[in-house]
């Protein structure tokens, strides 16, 4: 790859920064500038996927990004991931306990009655794609009343602390295998801290996947939900809320309390297989930061679509480790993408340099 310097380029490129910065500011004189906490409360779903594919959970700064980015959630996601890269990591939480999770949305297509009740939370799924013309021309009086009578109708009294997970149901009726301790003792593989190198064990798929572009998840595993492959799932439980983060004391090394992250998690049930001489159903997992129902379904299909692979060989490229492990990140993927917008001259020069002696010898033996 060949790049020469240009006279003049520090210029242009200070001229394109300020340019850049224009397209953000300009507006009405009466306007503000969008402010970190709007971002983050307002835009909130976009918020998390930010987070998510950063893979930092950090809602001020995912906010800034976002600002910074003006909307494009791959650029403000690799901001994000670029400071992250930068801060020294001074303590490691235990594994997230997820039964723990202080739900806001939590749901079951498995079954109708599942313990502690279904509960809807916020969510698009039954909305009409209708556009809501009110919201052009919002007052701030109708904007704060929406929130506010909500909160009058709401009976905090009524909500549990925690729900207990789907899947123990299937796994008490023997219809699920049940968690290895040997799986529970086994050392998550650190992506940030070791290279991809196949064949990789499934810690590394899932923490792969859970910072993986939301777009790229999916189009892996629609192909396989249309027949280039056979998972055919079905969500034991989606569920989105907010899982407290556990460091040991320093004094006394008791795990304590130290925050909460938002968190969507998947699991899905798909169909049988024999194991230990029993046929059960087989499951796939999937969580991520912040609130992100289709990354963590996608997730779900493709860690169960591996395993298929893992056990038998892949058969479609949903099921084959390089080919989704490899894709899926929208920062790696833009970086490459975008980097072709970058001079290319030396390189073009001897592509063209090459193509005219070809057509020169063509041109020749023709002539003979």
Partial sequence: MGYVAIKGGRDAIEGSKTAFDFFRTQQAENEQPLQTDAIENQLR????????????????????????????????????????????????????????????????????????????????????????????????????????????????????????????????????????????????????????????????????????????????????MRGYGDIHPTVAELRVGYVPVMLPHPITGIPMEVGEVEVTECEIVAMYEEQDGTPMFTLGYGACFGHNEVKAISMAILDRALQKGAQHGPSHPSEDAEFVLLHVDGIDSMGFCTHYKMPHYVTFQSDMDRLRTTQDKQTQEEAK
């Fill in 45 to 224: 779903l976009l918020h998390s996927r930010v987070i998510s594919e950063g893979g930092l959970y950090h809602p001020e700064l995912a906010s800034l990004a976002i600002k910074q980015a003006q909307g494009d959630s791959l650029e403000a996601a690799f901001i994000l991931r670029a400071h992250r890269s930068t801060v020294p990591r001074i303590a490691e939480t235990e594994a997230l306990d997820t039964s723990q999770m202080r739900v806001t949305r939590r749901i079951s297509s498995a079954f109708k009655d599942i313990p502690g009740g279904q509960m809807l939370g916020a969510t698009t799924d039954y909305h009409l794609r209708l556009f809501k013309m009110e919201l052009l021309n919002e007052s701030p009086e109708a904007f704060r009343a929406v929130s506010k009578q909500w909160m009058d109708e709401l009976d905090l009294n009524t909500i549990p602390d925690s729900f207990p997970k789907v899947v123990e149901v299937l796994r008490n009726e023997n219809l699920l295998a049940p968690i290895k301790q040997s799986r529970r003792d086994q050392v998550p593989f650190d992506i940030t801290r070791e290279p991809l190198v196949l064949p990789l064990p499934r810690s590394a798929a899932l923490a792969t996947m859970a910072r993986g572009e939301q777009g790229g998840l999916l189009s892996i595993a629609y192909s396989n």
